[in-house]
């Protein structure tokens, strides 16, 4: 019988429980998520904005295995809102939080908004919601270079 992804967990004593956890260690190995690298930057803005609209969202990424981190900004018709935010994560989640020592002073209104967002199946694209009491959905693809 082999053992499923999402299977409950049975815990045996001794020798045989060493056996027992090997392999439904390598049994979850085969499960979930291929990881994609997604490492670099990342651009993007709300998709369902007018051509006229200016704010954009950017990451620059590293990866090691699924684990992500890196730094994110956000600007809103040309001014930088805020930039250097850490940013972290675990493929094909990635999230931020906002902090007032990355926010200039004009705008301290977006301290504690977040983003939480996912790379789809190829990892080509990063869809996720960015805000505070309302989020707005931005949509980001690699670049050649971000502003942050």
Do not use: K
């Amino acid at each position: 019988m082999g053992l499923a992804c999402g299977s409950r967990r049975h815990y045996v004593a001794g020798p045989e429980g060493a056996v027992v956890a090997a392999v439904g260690l390598l049994a979850l190995l085969g499960c979930g998520t291929t990881v994609r690298d997604v490492s670099g930057a990342w651009a993007g803005n709300d998709p369902h904005q007018h051509s006229t609209a200016f704010e954009y969202v950017g990451l620059v990424l590293q990866q090691n295995g699924p684990t992500l981190t890196g730094t994110a900004c956000f600007s809103d018709s040309g001014v930088e809102i805020f930039s250097g935010v850490p940013v972290q994560g675990a493929y094909p989640d990635v999230m931020f939080t906002v902090q007032a020592a990355n926010v200039r002073p004009c705008c301290m209104q977006f301290v504690g908004a977040t983003f939480h967002g996912s790379f789809n199946e190829a990892g080509t694209v990063l869809t996720g919601h960015f805000g505070q009491s309302t989020a707005v959905e931005f949509t980001l693809q690699r670049t050649l270079n971000s502003s942050c």
